[in-house]
């Protein structure tokens, strides 16, 4: 294994790992959060928001999914 394969497989790992500990911190915001101030969706839609529109949903989940206190 070349120096520059190393390097790109840390980083791969890198980015992936933070990536799954982002949906996994939005997910359980979400579980945490009661039904009546979620906007938009239903539980389920954010649920597939987060994890299957990963760029877009966790800031739209964030900024516009739940309603203020």
Same mark, same amino acid.
């Given at each position: 294994? !070349?120096?520059?394969?190393?390097?790109?497989?840390?980083?791969?790992? @890198?980015?992936?790992?933070?990536? @799954?500990?982002? &949906? /996994? +911190?939005?997910l359980a %915001?979400?579980a945490r !959060?009661? %039904?009546? +101030? /979620? +906007?938009?969706f239903t +539980?389920?839609?954010? $649920?597939?928001? &987060?994890?299957?529109?990963?760029?877009?949903?966790?800031? #739209?989940? #964030?900024?516009?999914? $739940? @309603?203020?206190?």
């Amino acid at each position: 294994m !070349t120096p520059q394969q190393f390097v790109a497989i840390v980083l791969m790992v @890198a980015v992936l790992g933070g990536m @799954a500990v982002i &949906i /996994l +911190r939005c997910l359980a %915001d979400l579980a945490r !959060t009661p %039904d009546g +101030r /979620l +906007r938009l969706f239903t +539980r389920t839609g954010w $649920k597939m928001m &987060i994890v299957f529109a990963f760029p877009v949903g966790i800031p #739209l989940y #964030l900024l516009a999914g $739940k @309603a203020p206190y």
